[in-house]
């Protein structure tokens, strides 16, 4: 990361005082020297100040959103930037810009402004899943990381409600019986084609394919039986799962989101399936390491409180889950390493 020191400059200048009423040599000399003491430990502390990475947000921040509404990186990305307003004091403003599994955005973003007021939100599976499926050459590196601020209620294989099967194994058994029949809706580069490549390479299924677009855009075709299996963060399909519209056959988290403890697991039937989705905030790289850092304090802050925890429980069905910046980085390299293991089954 580029470092922007904040420098300062004091100089003393002393006058003989004897016009102004006559002072002696020997107070003149001991003002000298309270003036150089006092404009050292100044600069010292500006110094200080500065190393500590102090910056101050002064006007508009832009947010650009790798997914489109409606969609759970969306709902995240905006909570999110509502809780940073009142922080910071300043206007956050989203911004949608889709296309190619969040590639568009990424790609437009990761050589941005570097003034410390552009940041782009995106989720961890579209970040390192379009790296591995080679939809994208760079990876999280190619920006400056600011925070893990979430984890996804986690990608669930969902089906209509009336469908024939109830599990994981009930379903590729029904695509081996009925090879390219059943069609699955996915996105093309992110965690769900990565799902779907798993799926047929390690548990055998014969599905047909399709690039449905993103979440929001996969529950479409679904509800509209353009598609007979897809995969949804379950925060996205619950409200159709709970009203019997469809039905969620397992989730692709390594362990079950915190309030729904029971769900099964993709990984009890196919061990190498576990795709634990986060949320990520990052900015174009150089961006100014004090802005990262005071970024990264402010969201660690209102992500802290009763309010956020709230609301992470009724969208994401998770305990807030939110890493300083050590944490983020050391976060997104393992994330990144577990993505480029699947490069086998792609």
Known sequence: MKKVLAMTMAAAMVFGLTACGGSSTAETTAAAEG???????????TEAAAEAGDFTFD??????????????????????????EAKLGVSVVCSNVTGSNGATCMQQYKDGDTDGYTYILTNTAALNGNEA?????????????????????????????????NNLQELIDATKA?????????????GVYIEACVLTNLGGAEFNIIDAGDAASRLTALLGGEVDVTSL?????????????MKSLCT????????????EAASATIPELKIDTEYACLAPKGTDAAAVKAMNEAILEVTSTDDWKTKCNEYSFQDPFVLNLDDTIANLKEQRELFQSFQEFL
């Open 178 to 190: 009925n090879p390219g029949q059943i069609k699955m809706g996915i996105s093309t580069g992110g």
């Open 233 to 245: 963060p379950y925060s996205t399909a619950a409200d159709y799962i709970e009203n019997g519209q």
């Open 59 to 84: 006007k508009t921040v832009n947010f650009y959103i790798t997914h489109g509404a409606g969609g759970d990186t969306d709902y995240m990305a905006r909570m999110l930037a509502q809780a940073l």
């Open 35 to 45: 003036a150089e003491t006092t404009a050292a430990a100044e600069g010292t502390e």
């Open 133 to 165: 499926t080679g939809m994208v050459d760079f990876g999280y590196d190619a920006f400056e990381p600011v925070a893990v601020y979430g984890i996804q209620s986690g990608e669930n294989l969902v089906v209509a409600a009336d469908a024939p099967y």
């Open 252 to 263: 692709m988290l390594s362990k079950a989101p915190t309030l729904l403890p029971d769900q």
